[in-house]
């Protein structure tokens, strides 16, 4: 008997693709690749950007679809997507047997969106991890790395994602080191991934010398405790485990166009420590490190969470807790900052989410990111500009600034030798010098 269940891949990190155990994958005839828009011809990096997760805007509504392309469309940022899951359908089921339906449609969207187009090479079919070829078992896909056989199998489906998708210049190799924990020594293994890393970079830069890789795109955690780490703060203590495998990677890699991690402002013993807007801290503290690691290598946060679970904040908390964290990445040099947009099936609360699941009206984080990818570049110039007060934060550069109020309380402050007064935990943008 056929005994089919429904598996949900649990997670605050991760929204894993529905499907029922052991689905057997439709073939699908061949046909060529979709044509995309090209990416807007833009003078600055972005800088800032949305991961589509499982549901979002290509597989909607079409009300939803027109909406949420607006607000992603009014100013062209990064969008990313995944080859497998978040989605999309397994990309190659049996060897050789390519199915792109999905991810032709989720890129066709993000084109639409005038979005540049970022992929995340993650995950891998079942047979290239031990399953059985024509079947796509959800209920662990997202956990399980190929066998170290299948390393160039994977490499080989890369480049036929990216013949696929010309107009996709940049490609974060994996995510969060899922399957590359080796629970014996208790450590990354750092050997394995790097080994499936250089394979991928190489086929990669074979399809066209002038797409971007990166790596290890390897989760980084830290403890409130105070262990022995490279990096330590009143924010926690980094665990030395992750960064012992960058240092790997950085040392054994073929070569990089960009370094990518991910992480949490949270501990994992005791959440934002020692308050929700200095735990911000940790997120500066290993970019410094990365850069000073890597030879200035462009920094990337692929995912980055400041909520801890159950925390009862209001929306005007936690996007207040967003933009300064915002802040942080822009005054430490972060390249590129991926939010990972929590868009659910229904219709109902939809905390952080940039548009409403059952309408597409804007949502603050929406905001949020169209006034920082407009106003905050990569390359853009910062200028130093203080707050009298503490308690509000603010970024700047020639012709715009923006203000925070990390207080539960109005604060009226001087700012740009101007007094301004914010609510509780309110976000304000300034003109400066005539913009």
């Given at each position: 008997?056929?005994?089919?269940?429904?598996?949900?891949?649990?997670?605050?990190?991760s929204?894993?693709?529905?499907?029922?155990v052991?689905?057997?994958?439709?073939?699908?005839?061949?046909s060529?690749?979709?044509?995309?828009?090209?990416?807007?011809?833009?003078?600055d990096?972005?800088?800032?950007?949305?991961?589509?997760?499982?549901?979002?805007?290509?597989?909607?509504?079409?009300?939803?679809?027109?909406?949420a392309?607006?607000?992603?469309?009014?100013?062209?940022?990064?969008?990313?997507?995944?080859?497998?899951?978040?989605?999309?359908?397994?990309?190659?089921?049996?060897?050789?047997?390519?199915?792109?339906?999905?991810?032709?449609?989720?890129?066709?969207?993000?084109?639409?969106?005038?979005?540049?187009?970022?992929?995340?090479?993650?995950c891998?079919?079942?047979?290239?991890?031990?399953?059985?070829?024509?079947?796509?078992?959800?209920?662990?896909?997202?956990?399980?790395a190929?066998?170290?056989?299948?390393f160039?199998?994977?490499?080989?489906?890369?480049?036929?994602?990216?013949?696929?998708?010309?107009?996709?210049?940049?490609?974060?190799?994996?995510?969060?080191?899922k399957?590359?924990w080796?629970?014996g020594?208790?450590?990354?293994?750092?050997?394995?991934?790097?080994?499936?890393?250089?394979?991928?970079?190489?086929?990669?830069?074979?399809?066209?010398?002038?797409?971007?890789?990166?790596?290890?795109?390897?989760?980084?955690?830290?403890?409130?405790?105070?262990?022995?780490?490279?990096?330590s703060?009143?924010?926690?203590?980094?665990?030395?485990?992750?960064?012992?495998?960058?240092?790997?990677?950085?040392?054994?890699?073929?070569?990089?166009?960009?370094?990518?991690?991910?992480?949490a402002?949270?501990?994992?013993?005791?959440?934002?420590?020692?308050?929700?807007?200095?735990?911000l801290?940790?997120?500066?503290?290993?970019?410094?490190?990365?850069?000073?690691k890597t030879?200035?290598?462009?920094?990337?946060?692929?995912?980055?969470?400041?909520?801890?679970?159950?925390?009862g904040?209001?929306?005007?908390?936690?996007?207040?807790?967003?933009?300064?964290?915002?802040?942080?990445?822009?005054?430490?040099?972060?390249?590129?900052?991926l939010?990972?947009?929590?868009?659910?099936?229904?219709?109902?609360?939809?905390?952080?989410?940039?548009?409403?699941?059952?309408?597409?009206?804007?949502?603050?984080?929406?905001?949020?990111?169209?006034?920082?990818?407009?106003?905050?570049?990569?390359?853009?110039?910062?200028?130093?500009?203080?707050?009298?007060?503490?308690?509000?934060?603010?970024?700047?550069?020639?012709?715009?600034?923006?203000?925070?109020?990390?207080?539960?309380?109005?604060?009226?402050?001087?700012?740009?030798?101007?007094?301004?007064?914010?609510?509780?935990?309110?976000?304000?943008?300034?003109?400066?010098?005539?913009a």
């Amino acid at each position: 008997m056929l005994v089919a269940g429904i598996m949900v891949y649990a997670g605050f990190r991760s929204d894993a693709r529905k499907q029922p155990v052991g689905e057997v994958a439709q073939a699908e005839p061949s046909s060529p690749p979709p044509t995309l828009e090209q990416p807007p011809p833009l003078q600055d990096w972005p800088r800032w950007g949305v991961t589509h997760t499982q549901y979002s805007a290509d597989n909607v509504q079409a009300e939803v679809t027109d909406q949420a392309r607006g607000l992603l469309a009014r100013v062209p940022m990064l969008q990313n997507q995944h080859i497998m899951g978040w989605g999309v359908g397994n990309p190659e089921p049996s060897p050789g047997q390519y199915a792109f339906r999905d991810l032709n449609r989720r890129l066709q969207f993000m084109a639409s969106s005038k979005s540049v187009p970022i992929i995340t090479l993650c995950c891998a079919p079942d047979w290239m991890k031990g399953g059985q070829p024509g079947r796509t078992d959800w209920s662990k896909n997202h956990t399980v790395a190929p066998k170290k056989r299948n390393f160039d199998d994977f490499a080989k489906l890369a480049a036929r994602v990216a013949r696929q998708y010309p107009t996709v210049k940049h490609y974060m190799v994996w995510n969060e080191f899922k399957g590359f924990w080796d629970p014996g020594s208790n450590r990354w293994d750092a050997e394995g991934y790097t080994e499936m890393y250089n394979k991928v970079y190489t086929a990669l830069k074979k399809v066209n010398k002038d797409i971007k890789v990166g790596g290890p795109y390897i989760p980084i955690e830290s403890n409130a405790r105070k262990d022995a780490s490279e990096i330590s703060g009143a924010w926690g203590t980094v665990d030395q485990r992750a960064l012992d495998a960058i240092e790997y990677w950085i040392e054994n890699k073929k070569g990089a166009d960009f370094v990518v991690v991910d992480g949490a402002s949270m501990t994992n013993d005791k959440g934002n420590t020692p308050d929700d807007f200095a735990a911000l801290g940790k997120f500066g503290a290993i970019t410094t490190w990365l850069r000073q690691k890597t030879g200035d290598l462009p920094v990337w946060w692929a995912e980055w969470y400041v909520e801890p679970e159950n925390s009862g904040w209001t929306e005007d908390k936690r996007t207040a807790v967003q933009a300064a964290t915002m802040m942080e990445f822009a005054r430490t040099g972060v390249t590129t900052a991926l939010y990972w947009n929590p868009q659910p099936k229904d219709a109902g609360d939809c905390p952080g989410c940039v548009w409403t699941p059952d309408e597409g009206r804007e949502m603050p984080m929406a905001g949020l990111l169209s006034g920082f990818t407009r106003w905050f570049p990569a390359g853009v110039q910062l200028a130093q500009v203080a707050s009298s007060d503490a308690r509000v934060k603010v970024l700047a550069q020639e012709r715009q600034a923006v203000m925070v109020n990390t207080a539960d309380a109005q604060v009226t402050t001087t700012v740009d030798g101007k007094q301004v007064t914010l609510r509780p935990y309110e976000i304000k943008w300034a003109q400066r010098g005539g913009a």
